[in-house]
């Protein structure tokens, strides 16, 4: 089964972006960055999701990544869904989701102090959801979940990251961002599987020390 192990995001000042990665510990190994001189703007065609327990930690990790350096998307609120959650444009270009399924302000973790991390999401805006769930599913991924034509989720397996695919224009909608957008996708993904470049040339690197 197709696992990814890590993210690796691309950046011109690769040092500066890992020291803001790196104060989100509660992400460990999941997400790496590293040098990427290739044009860029716009958005990048990728969100990250990250999962918590409870509407403090979304607080907690949103302000702490302004503090950081990244810039307000979407300021922490309820979500219609039933949810709570947060976005963020990184110091690197990223756009990051911080959410939890619950709602409640009063529901903290056990450890409020210990920010935790459930989950992290890459999500990728594609053209054809279709097309590109058919070229994973050739790759070795195993569908967890599917909406049609609209989502695509796959089996994490024994990977870190879990992988979705979105329409690319609904995907910055549902972030809140311009899907306007050209160049690099400043974008690596590390898996147990070899190194290939999908439909819409998001690149895939063979887990070895240099990935």
Do not use: C
């Not at 024994?158 to 809140?176: N, S």
């Not at 974008?187 to 470049?197: D, E, K, M, W």
């Amino acid at each position: 089964m197709l696992s990814i192990h890590r993210i690796s995001l691309g950046a011109p000042e690769a040092d500066a972006a890992a020291a803001f990665y790196e104060a989100a510990p509660a992400l460990g190994d999941r997400v790496h960055v590293h040098q990427d001189q290739e044009p860029s703007a716009g958005f990048r065609g990728f969100t990250l999701g990250l999962d918590v327990p409870a509407p403090a930690h979304v607080d907690r990790l949103v302000a702490g990544a302004i503090r950081a350096g990244a810039a307000s998307v979407k300021e922490p609120s309820k979500q219609f869904w039933g949810g709570y959650s947060g976005v963020v444009r990184t110091p690197d270009g990223a756009i990051v989701k911080v959410a939890t399924t619950d709602r409640k302000k009063a529901a903290v973790h056990q450890d409020s102090e210990t920010l935790v991390i459930e989950r992290v999401v890459v999500l990728l805006g594609v053209e054809h959801v279709g097309r590109s769930k058919e070229f994973y599913l050739g790759s070795g991924a195993v569908v967890a979940k599917a909406y049609g034509n609209k989502y695509v989720e796959f089996e994490p397996g024994d990977g870190a990251v879990t992988l979705g695919l979105y329409k690319r224009a609904g995907l910055a909608k549902e972030f809140g961002v311009d899907p306007a957008g050209y160049g690099s996708h400043r974008l690596r993904v590390v898996s147990n599987g070899p190194a290939f470049t999908d439909p819409d040339g998001f690149l895939w690197a063979a887990d070895t020390p240099d990935a």
